[in-house]
């Protein structure tokens, strides 16, 4: 199988977000979907060769998941944006979030500290899949600390190349930003 970048045109002239912001991140995205391709066809070759037990096939294995995480955390962000309607109170996930958090307000409290902790990665509202609960976690890289058995709900990129050229320094902005284009029927749809 071979990985297909997604096009996310539809999101030029998403309010808060420069067309040079959005072309670079499609850009960076696509690298990500290239290297899994590469990631695999090279495991494939050395597997096929019978070279599974050399280091490069080893050092292969733990770079395919940056590159794999990079492609499908990207895909999720750029899908769960552009949308302009609030989350629904009575939905599905709004009532998700009240039982959990307590209500949207102590959610979006949570979610933005944790967004606007020091540091470069990921925050994700992830749906524990056996529990049903739901959290907000950082993830610093791609690969690293996401905690098992759980949906990513809604995601957020905070690596400087989602706003450095738009923002700045200013994350908050940039955060505000994210917020206000929640496509929050596709985070709806991956909650449980």
């Known amino acids: 199988m071979v990985y297909e970048a997604k096009d996310y045109g539809k999101l030029i002239g998403l309010e808060g977000f420069s067309d040079t912001l959005l072309n670079n991140h499609f850009t960076l995205y696509k690298g990500y979907v290239t290297n899994t391709n590469k990631a695999l066809d090279s495991m494939a070759a050395l597997l096929k060769d019978g070279k599974a037990a050399i280091p490069e096939f080893a050092e292969l ?16 962000y750029f899908e769960n944006l552009g949308g302009k309607a609030a989350l629904n109170a009575d939905g599905k996930l709004g009532k998700l979030i009240a039982a959990n958090f307590g209500g949207y307000e102590t959610w979006l409290q949570d979610f933005k500290a944790t967004a606007t902790m020091r540091g470069i ?10 529990g049903g609960k739901l959290f907000n976690q950082w993830i610093n890289e791609h690969d690293v600390g996401h905690p ?34 929640i496509n929050w029927a596709i985070a ?3 909650a449980k």
């Open 188 to 190: 709806e749809s991956r």
């Open 148 to 181: 098992a058995g759980c949906q990513p709900v809604l995601i957020l990129d905070v690596f400087e190349h989602a706003f450095l050229t738009d923002y700045g320094l200013k994350r908050a902005d940039y955060i505000e930003a994210f917020l206000k284009n």
């Open 121 to 130: 990665g990921w925050v994700i509202l992830y749906q524990d899949i056996v």
């Open 61 to 76: 294995k733990r770079r395919f998941g940056w590159e794999f995480n990079g492609m499908r955390l990207h895909e999720y």
